[in-house]
């Protein structure tokens, strides 16, 4: 079904693995596509689906950028085009339902770490590096991370990793909160299930929803108040917070 990934479904965790590891796993369109499709299909329909991990095939990269080649005759309309269309793909990533985490495994620069800045949570192997080298070609992110980034680690920081375009070491992706933790490789997809997995215990619908206003309160055009105070009224009238509120009352663990 696709070219460029892999997904394995294990419980209720969906693993996408990118699958272009001779290429260090660059994001060409045709494996954005992929991604892309996965997401607004798959991953979204399959109900026995609650979280995705993605992370990249082989032991070097996540994903060590875009494709450069597909670059080199881009016209300034059709590089507009391109980051329209790039932008779409991760603020679905962004805005998924579903808990989805970045297993980062070695390299993930420029668009590799847009694509991890879309995730809503990063687990990073101790080799890890991150940057955002587009000045060296004359460019900038263009796929959401000159804001994402500021938002993680604060101004300072993202002008300093995208101006300098020097790549950091994991433990300082870790210390600047650009990556929730840092784990030994044999233990990375391990390390992102856990997380997974106390969420499964809890309402689905309620994460949804708690994705959603955490985004709204950081896009600069919805208000993450009111879009929380809609959310958490029409979580009363959820069959989740029924159940929820009936066993907590009587001492059990709620069935969701």
């Known amino acids: ?10 419980d209720h965790t969906a693993l996408l693995e990118i699958n272009r590891p001779k290429n260090l796993n660059a994001l060409n369109r045709e494996t954005l596509e992929d991604i892309d499709h996965a997401f607004q299909n798959e991953l979204l329909n399959d109900e026995s689906v609650r979280g995705v ?27 507009l085009a391109l980051a329209k269309w790039g932008h779409g793909v991760m603020n679905r990533i962004e805005a998924f339902p579903k808990p989805v985490i970045a297993a980062i495994n070695g390299f993930a620069l420029g668009g590799g770490l847009e694509l991890a800045l879309a995730c809503h949570f990063r687990v990073a192997n101790q080799q890890a ?13 263009g796929y959401g991370g000159t804001q994402r980034l500021a938002q993680l680690v604060g101004k300072g920081k993202a002008m300093e990793m995208i101006l300098t375009g020097e790549m950091i070491h994991a433990q300082d992706a870790l210390n600047w909160g650009l990556v929730n933790y840092v784990v030994e490789q044999t233990d ?21 929803a708690a994705i959603k206003a955490v985004n709204a309160g950081l896009s600069k055009s919805e208000d993450g108040f009111s879009t929380e105070m809609q959310a958490f009224g029409d979580g009363f009238g959820t069959p989740d917070f029924k159940e929820g509120v009936d066993a907590f009352l009587n001492k059990r663990k709620p069935k969701f």
Do not use: C, R, W
């Open 53 to 79: 991990i993605i992370t990249g095939a082989g032991e070097k990269a996540f994903v060590a950028g875009a494709d450069i080649k597909e670059f080199m005759h881009y016209s300034q309309e059709e590089g």
């Open 188 to 208: 990375l997809i391990s390390k992102a299930m856990e997380l997974l997995e106390k969420m499964y215990g809890k309402s689905s619908n309620a994460i949804a």
């Open 1 to 10: 079904m696709y070219n460029n990934i892999q997904i394995q479904v294990n």
């Open 129 to 141: 590096k991150l940057g955002l080298p587009e000045v060296s070609l004359g460019l900038i992110p």
